[in-house]
């Protein structure tokens, strides 16, 4: 059924029926149309969305926790928009979750996925994680001394393998090649990138100018710049040679200098943090025009105004991204309000539904754009209590005004 589903050969009845999870197929096989459903068909992937919400907790465990799930459920399950604090254990102890998705995961968890996290034996034992959570701005004091004694004692403990390494150094086949991958000749420059930033540019010399020295701190919570460890991880850092004894250095002389001289020189790979950190605010905007979607992801969250709304100017920015962005509660108010300036942005109804159930989102605003929600919605947010009252009382009445408008035709 997945495959007819994929392949869009089912009638409409039918794809209506599949998003509301009522097609008779085993429940793994209904998560997976719900998710592919959410994830790809933009005429029935809210429905999909909210059944696969409601699902039986049973089943969704159960695929949680089964390695042989299917990789886009296991992603969209562990993602921070979907993810059930329920379903975190299971998730967690999947070996089929991959560690990047964890590590996203750590950086803004709630209350219940960190205190998961913390029972989870995988991510006790993997340090790139534990740094990450470090930074999580709703982590407890206790907790922050937790990790770092857990951090300490996995220090200790690699130190220990390296003296206890053999002493012999032995060249691998390998060691003539070069760790890092040749340089790839760099792409044509797109004519409508840098026209966006050559117009961004002039447009904010002056802010730029005033924020030139500001560095990348990202709204709420100062992520660590953590080196090699912190997601994507592009490539292992290579392993610390194993020091020589007097034995072996008698038996070839010479042997420990021919070894330094063949240390490569070359640059080491960085991860997408680490590449924004070194970054001056211009730098940081011309990332955020030409950048991929990762980059994005991080400038969007930049506490330099100026920055953060250059990623909104992007031309290859997607509707999917700028949905995210409506919902965070981790970027400026300078972000939310510049959205709906954006009428290809407004055409989207999940970018204004996303903005009027956002807490962050200014107050003036979120009261203008309640009145393109539809019914259910305006139900949702008045009874949401993470927005203000205002809004909840207004959409509370707007959801009863409709429903009597409803009733009379």
Same mark, same amino acid.
């Given at each position: 059924?997945?495959?007819?589903?994929?392949?869009?050969k089912?009638?409409?009845g039918?794809?209506?029926?599949?998003?509301?999870?009522?097609?008779?197929v085993?429940?793994a096989?209904?998560?997976?149309?719900?998710?592919?459903?959410?994830?790809?068909?933009k005429?029935?992937?809210?429905?999909?969305?909210?059944t696969f919400a409601?699902?039986?907790e049973?089943?969704?465990? $159960? %695929? +949680? =926790? *089964? /390695?042989q799930?299917?990789?886009e !459920?296991?992603? @969209?399950?562990?993602?921070?928009d979907n993810?059930?604090p329920?379903?975190?254990?299971?998730?967690?102890?999947?070996?089929?979750?991959?560690?990047?998705q964890?590590a996203?995961?750590?950086?803004?968890?709630?209350?219940?996925?960190?205190?998961?996290?913390l029972?989870?034996?995988?991510?006790?034992?993997c340090?790139?994680v534990?740094q990450?959570l470090?930074?999580?701005?709703?982590l407890k004091?206790?907790?922050?001394?937790?990790?770092?004694?857990?951090s300490?004692?996995?220090?200790?403990?690699a130190?220990?393998?390296?003296?206890d390494?053999p002493s012999?150094v032995?060249?691998?086949p390998?060691?003539a090649k070069?760790?890092?991958?040749?340089d790839?000749? $760099? %792409? +044509? =420059? *797109? /004519?409508?990138?840098?026209?966006? !930033?050559s117009? @961004?540019?002039?447009?904010?010399?002056?802010?730029?100018?005033a924020?030139?020295?500001?560095p990348?701190q990202?709204v709420?919570?100062?992520?660590?710049?953590?080196?090699?460890?912190?997601f994507?991880?592009t490539?292992?850092a290579?392993?610390?040679?194993?020091?020589?004894?007097p034995a072996?250095?008698?038996?070839?002389p010479?042997?420990k200098?021919?070894?330094?001289?063949?240390k490569?020189?070359?640059?080491?790979?960085?991860n997408a943090?680490?590449?924004?950190s070194?970054?001056?605010?211009k730098g940081?905007?011309?990332?955020?025009?030409?950048?991929?979607?990762?980059?994005?992801?991080?400038?969007?969250?930049?506490?330099?105004k100026?920055?953060?709304l $250059?990623?909104?100017?992007? /031309?290859?920015?997607?509707?999917?991204?700028?949905?995210?962005?409506a919902s965070?509660?981790?970027?400026?108010?300078?972000v939310?309000?510049?959205?709906?300036?954006?009428?290809?942005?407004?055409k989207?109804?999940i970018v204004?539904?996303?903005?009027?159930?956002?807490?962050?989102?200014?107050?003036?605003?979120?009261?203008?754009l309640?009145?393109?929600?539809?019914?259910?919605?305006?139900k949702?947010?008045s009874?949401?209590?993470?927005?203000s009252?205002?809004?909840?009382?207004?959409?509370?009445?707007?959801?009863k005004q409709?429903l009597?408008a409803?009733?009379?035709?």
């Amino acid at each position: 059924m997945i495959d007819q589903i994929r392949a869009s050969k089912l009638p409409s009845g039918m794809m209506q029926f599949a998003a509301r999870g009522a097609l008779q197929v085993s429940p793994a096989e209904n998560i997976e149309i719900l998710v592919y459903l959410a994830t790809h068909n933009k005429v029935f992937g809210e429905l999909a969305r909210m059944t696969f919400a409601g699902w039986d907790e049973k089943s969704c465990r $159960a %695929a +949680a =926790a *089964d /390695p042989q799930t299917p990789a886009e !459920v296991l992603n @969209y399950m562990i993602s921070l928009d979907n993810l059930r604090p329920a379903l975190a254990p299971a998730l967690l102890e999947n070996p089929s979750v991959p560690e990047g998705q964890i590590a996203k995961l750590a950086l803004s968890a709630g209350r219940e996925t960190i205190e998961a996290m913390l029972k989870s034996a995988r991510v006790r034992s993997c340090a790139a994680v534990l740094q990450i959570l470090k930074a999580n701005p709703y982590l407890k004091k206790q907790e922050a001394e937790e990790i770092e004694k857990m951090s300490a004692g996995k220090e200790s403990e690699a130190s220990a393998k390296v003296d206890d390494a053999p002493s012999e150094v032995v060249e691998s086949p390998l060691a003539a090649k070069d760790p890092v991958a040749p340089d790839i000749p $760099a %792409a +044509a =420059a *797109d /004519p409508a990138e840098e026209e966006a !930033v050559s117009a @961004y540019v002039n447009e904010h010399a002056g802010e730029i100018a005033a924020d030139a020295n500001k560095p990348f701190q990202a709204v709420g919570g100062i992520v660590e710049l953590l080196g090699s460890g912190y997601f994507p991880v592009t490539e292992a850092a290579p392993a610390a040679p194993a020091p020589a004894t007097p034995a072996a250095t008698a038996a070839a002389p010479g042997l420990k200098a021919t070894a330094a001289a063949k240390k490569p020189d070359g640059p080491k790979r960085e991860n997408a943090l680490q590449k924004i950190s070194h970054l001056d605010v211009k730098g940081r905007i011309q990332l955020a025009l030409k950048g991929n979607k990762e980059e994005r992801s991080l400038l969007i969250r930049d506490g330099t105004k100026v920055v953060a709304l $250059a990623v909104l100017e992007a /031309p290859k920015l997607s509707d999917g991204e700028v949905e995210k962005f409506a919902s965070q509660k981790n970027v400026l108010e300078a972000v939310l309000r510049q959205i709906p300036l954006k009428r290809r942005f407004m055409k989207n109804y999940i970018v204004v539904r996303n903005l009027v159930a956002n807490p962050r989102t200014p107050l003036d605003l979120g009261l203008g754009l309640m009145k393109n929600l539809l019914a259910a919605d305006l139900k949702n947010i008045s009874a949401n209590k993470d927005v203000s009252e205002t809004i909840r009382k207004l959409a509370l009445k707007m959801y009863k005004q409709k429903l009597d408008a409803a009733n009379k035709k």
